[in-house]
């Protein structure tokens, strides 16, 4: 007789996999047979995880259409289970799910649109955070500055993409022009998607500005991240968009470090 975790382990199993019957024998029929009665809980459990993934993909779904985006979707579910009992935590890997699905090749830019949609759904559910005090700045010394290590808004996110993926997702809106087109050749883009307020905002970036905040992000020092802003670009003005990002609430802590970048 298998011990309560084997049991619960192979009811999982068999949920994913419909070639695992071998935990039918442990569950009564009473009614309905219990392949049955599994196939009932499968059905709910991919149609409940299908439609958390339309949610927060939805233009995935519009760009592919509803009966491959529900194929893919099963798929993901399968190889990709939720790893915990958050449904809003699950998706995660969509996008390097689609980079690696021969069956959409044909769409380079999908993957960073999936990228975009799952930024804005973090951003949309992450915390809140209260702005740097400017006072607790300015009363350091000049000489610490370079060592300090800034922390972005909690609802902040920088997407890159070679595409211009904000204006394929602008133009698969709801309220967009249907006649609007977007050419691929259009170029890149360098994104800050963040909420301020109660408002989810996208900002261009330069190729400074997403180079410094994306330094500081992965938790380097502003020194560091000045120097590698610089070399992505030479005339950008360190100072006007280092105040800028403060006085925004992209930046809203810090933390004096002395070890290395």
């Known amino acids: 007789m ?19 019957i071998d935990v039918c024998r442990h569950i009564r029929d009473n009614g309905l047979s219990a392949a049955r009665r599994l196939q009932i809980y499968r059905h709910d459990v991919f149609t409940k995880f299908t439609e958390a993934l339309a949610a927060v993909y939805p233009v995935v779904q519009r760009l592919v259409g509803a009966a491959f985006f529900e194929q893919t979707a099963r798929e993901y579910i399968v190889h990709h289970p939720a790893r915990c009992g958050d449904v809003q ?6 996008a390097d799910f689609l980079a690696a699905l021969p069956q959409v090749s044909g769409l380079p830019y999908l993957p960073d649109v999936a990228r975009l949609e799952w930024a804005y759904h973090e951003v949309f559910h992450a915390a809140d955070a209260p702005p740097l005090d400017p ?38 809106q709801s309220e967009a022009d249907p006649a609007e087109v977007v050419r691929l050749d259009e170029g890149g ?9 109660l408002d989810i905002e996208f900002e261009t970036l330069s190729e400074g500005a997403f180079a410094l905040l994306d330094a500081l992000a992965h938790g380097g020092t502003l020194a560091f991240a000045c120097e590698w802003a610089i070399a992505a670009q030479p005339d950008l003005s360190l100072v006007h968009c280092l105040s800028g990002h403060i006085q925004r609430a992209t930046l809203v802590g810090f933390r004096l470090d002395s070890t290395a970048n």
Request: charged share 15%.
């Open 2 to 20: 298998p011990t309560l975790h084997e049991l619960q382990q192979g009811f999982t199993a068999a949920v994913f996999d419909a070639n695992r």
């Open 89 to 94: 935590a699950f998706g995660d890997q969509f």
């Open 135 to 172: 006072n607790a700045l300015a009363a350091l010394p000049t000489e610490v500055h370079g060592a300090l290590r800034f922390m972005l808004h909690p609802a902040a996110r920088l997407l890159r993409s070679n595409y211009p993926v904000l204006r394929i997702w602008q133009v698969n």
């Open 189 to 197: 883009v360098r994104l800050l998607v963040i909420r301020r307020g």
